[in-house]
């Protein structure tokens, strides 16, 4: 059963949200100021929130940023104002919808459902977080196939990228050209050892202030490369 937390100062209608929701099956908890209802968004286990944006002590802005920080359950946000609705969107908080009193308690569960449904199909898709390799100021992410250095996206073609990548994930370890060219080039590539010089020397542009005095990929003279950290 899903968890509904309530986060409303007029009771009449945190009661009647509850009831409504309550006859579709959940199980619905009320908090009637800001500090309370941020509490516990916090530490409770609410499976959605309907967060008014006028509250005591805590508005509704600053909860939904705070849950946001820690959070990704869907968040539905209330006014009575058309106007704070407009500007609650534009401040890109974070909230899944918005609704404006008086609405009907019916359209809410609607609502709430659809949220819950939506936010299960991704949970339980297993759509992961990118997968991320970051030393000193190099970020790879391996999922986007994208090289970050210094917060600076930088263009790297197919086989720049997949030696980058192999080299980072084996940090260290010194690797010959050929052992390189066989794992990256594989064996029915045309070319030679010489096309990973070539390709280091690419990578060094992108990654390094100074490519005579390389950081991150090191040559280790008569044997191979390495990626140092
Ligand atoms: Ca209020």
């Not at 936010?119 to 196939?145: C, F, Q």
Request: net charge negative.
């Amino acid at each position: 059963m899903s968890n509904v937390l309530i986060v409303e100062d007029e009771e009449a209608i945190a009661e009647l949200e509850k009831d409504y929701l309550e006859l579709s099956g959940f199980d619905v908890s009320i908090e009637n100021t800001g500090d309370k209802g941020l509490k516990a968004a916090l530490e409770g286990k609410p499976d959605i929130i309907i967060l008014d944006l006028m509250l005591p002590n805590v508005d509704g802005f600053e909860i939904c940023r705070k849950v946001r920080e820690k959070k990704d359950i869907p968040i539905i946000m209330v006014s009575a104002k058309k106007e704070d609705i407009d500007k609650i969107r534009g401040l890109g908080l974070g909230a899944d919808d918005y609704m404006t009193k008086p609405f009907s308690p019916s359209e809410l569960v609607a609502r709430v459902k659809a949220h819950l449904a939506r936010y299960e199909r991704l949970v339980g898709s297993g759509v992961k977080a990118n997968e991320i390799i970051e030393i000193r100021g190099i970020k790879i992410d391996k999922t986007a196939r994208r090289v970050y250095v210094n917060g600076e996206e930088k263009a790297f073609t197919t086989k720049e990228f997949d030696l980058l990548t192999f080299l980072a994930e084996n940090p260290n370890h010194v690797f010959t050209k050929e052992e390189l060219f066989n794992r990256i080039w594989n064996m029915d590539s045309i070319g030679d050892i010489a096309t990973v010089t070539v390709h280091i020397k690419k990578i060094r542009e992108k990654i390094e202030l100074n490519t005579s005095k390389p950081q991150y990929i090191e040559t280790i003279w008569g044997v191979g490369y390495r990626f140092k950290v």
